[in-house]
């Protein structure tokens, strides 16, 4: 007994010292001040966010674990089985799927105590894996500047983003298709795919508008443009409000369990999409750019596991990530300051939201995966050259 619990805490000290811990670290930091957000702002209800936060948290932070120790390489190995979790994840939704307070999707499933489960942001993970797959596949066999190659990816990319936009949440449509785009561009995809791409939407804006938008899609980028205000009492209300707040923090903040306005819920769905203006009202113009230098720190972190990657499927699943975080992050910040629509994205690591907490910890496990199994093969290289550099000093 006694020496298995020594080859455990060894075990734990290894995993440690190979593990990148800035990563870790700036993960943690991040969880730990949204913690602190959900604490003070659940205040104003009736609903114990952090717990249910903390939960999810704890199942994520377990998740990554599992996921880093696993070889990404064994994981891409079995692609298909990825691939059917997350179609059974996406059937999930229309089957058994609600529509939560607050939103105007079916993307929601209730689970047994009355919790929700969000299955589109755990099929990000099970996207990241199938295609990273498929981009190693298609670079390793010169298919990257085929153009047929390229439909292929294309077409990947669509099933997942057309089958979550007949859920109705076209938010997460959004940034599976930033995703693809960041991903294939790394990997090698020709700018000219890109341009006929952006051309093709350009071309196809009046059809999007009239036909593929609904009502409240269009009000609520028309809300952007209202001069005359009237979008205030309407459409525009969460985002002028979010605004208000943000700037009634100044530069320190209220502090702490004191904003009148969080106390108050008078920013919908604060605890969700509209979090920083949490930071904003209590914690001010520093707690907002302490926020925003954690999240650029940990995609800069995740570049540069990416760029020393030692093969193509390892750099896929790292800028898979990447595109994840950066891009929820950017359009949710450009939302809650009234830059881009609200469309429902929450902000990484921050937003209190059980799945996306969960989804973006295992993204983190995928990327350290990436980290420790490169790193493992590194040290059994040189210690391969140091033992032969012995062998030859000695026995020469």
Sequence with gaps: MVAQIKNLINSVKDYIANT???????????????????YSLQRAT?????????????IGILGAIIFSVIDYINLLKYWYIWAIVGILLAVSVFLFGITVTGTDDTAWIRLPGGMTFQPSELM???????????????????LIKNIKGVLLLFIHAMIPIVIIHFQGDDGSALIFLMMFAIMAFTAGVQLRYFAIALGAVIICIPFIWRFVMNDEHRNRILALFDLDGNALTDYGWQQYQGKVSIASGGIFGSGIGKGTRVQNNIVPE???????????????????????????????????????????????????????????????????????P????????????????????????????????NKMEIDDKLSGKYKLLLKNEFFD
Excluded at 295 to 321: E, F, Q
Aim: net charge neutral; hydrophobic share 55%.
């Design 20 to 38: 990148d811990k800035l990563l870790w670290l700036l993960t943690l930091s991040a969880t730990v001040y949204s913690f602190i957000l959900i």
């Design 46 to 58: 009736d609903s114990n966010y952090l717990q249910s936060q903390i939960i999810a948290v704890g």
């Design 124 to 142: 990000k993970i099970c996207f990241i894996i199938t295609f990273s797959k498929h981009l190693a596949y298609t670079v390793e066999n010169g």
């Design 270 to 340: 604060q605890q969700n999409d509209f979090i920083f203006t949490v930071a904003g009202e209590e914690l001010g113009f520093v707690g907002c750019i302490v926020l925003i230098l954690i999240l650029i720190l940990l995609m800069v972190k995740i570049i540069v596991i990416a760029i020393k990657s030692k093969d193509i499927a390892g750099r896929c699943i790292c800028y898979g990530l990447f595109g994840m975080l950066t891009t929820q992050t950017i359009i949710n910040l450009g939302m809650v300051l009234g830059f881009l």
């Design 342 to 373: 609200v469309v429902g994205i929450t902000l990484p690591f921050f937003s209190q939201g059980g799945t996306s907490a969960m989804s973006m910890f295992f993204g983190v496990g995928l990327v350290q995966s990436v980290y420790l199994h």
